[in-house]
């Protein structure tokens, strides 16, 4: 049993049944079961690691961007390369400076607008969460909530 769960915010997914799972039609069991199953929610931005640049990145790009790191002719080289190899990797998604960079070296012309969007690519992740963590949090549901849900309904 969820202990810090609001029953009547429950009973209100279950009444309005938001996402079309057909609540009404299982049992407190399967509702329970829909609520806690991990499902794919979208994407998110993540960190493209250097082994991943090792084998995805064109080997003339890599290279053009190790000269200017390595000669100093682009600041965006140099903390790129730093990035990868002792930050783990470049952020793509809500840190800013990764993104900065990849658009630095575009602005360097050491990488193509078409390159950098596909670098960024790389770090795209699925999101998966189940219903009950979008509404409660770090909550998990049991059959005996849904029966304390579906009871306040019969109550009101």
Do not use: H
Request: charged letters at 30%; aromatic letters at 4%.
């Amino acid at each position: 049993m969820a202990l810090n769960l609001d029953r009547q915010a429950l009973r209100e997914e279950l009444d309005a049944d938001p996402e079309g799972l057909g609540y009404a039609s299982m049992t407190d069991e399967e509702v329970a079961a829909a609520l806690n199953k991990q499902r794919a929610v979208g994407t998110e931005e993540g960190t493209v690691t250097y082994t991943e640049v090792l084998e995805r990145a064109p080997k003339a790009k890599l290279l053009s961007i190790e000269k200017a790191n390595r000669d100093g002719s682009s600041a965006n080289a140099v903390l790129f390369m730093e990035l990868l190899r002792y930050g783990g990797g470049v952020a793509t998604g809500k840190d800013t400076r990764g993104r900065d960079v990849i658009e630095g070296l575009v602005s360097d012309g050491l990488l193509s607008a078409a390159e950098a969007a596909a670098f960024v690519g790389w770090g795209v992740q699925e999101v998966t969460r189940s219903r009950a963590r979008e509404l409660w949090g770090d909550t998990v549901i049991t059959a005996e909530d849904v029966a304390e849900a579906r009871a306040l309904k019969d109550v009101g």
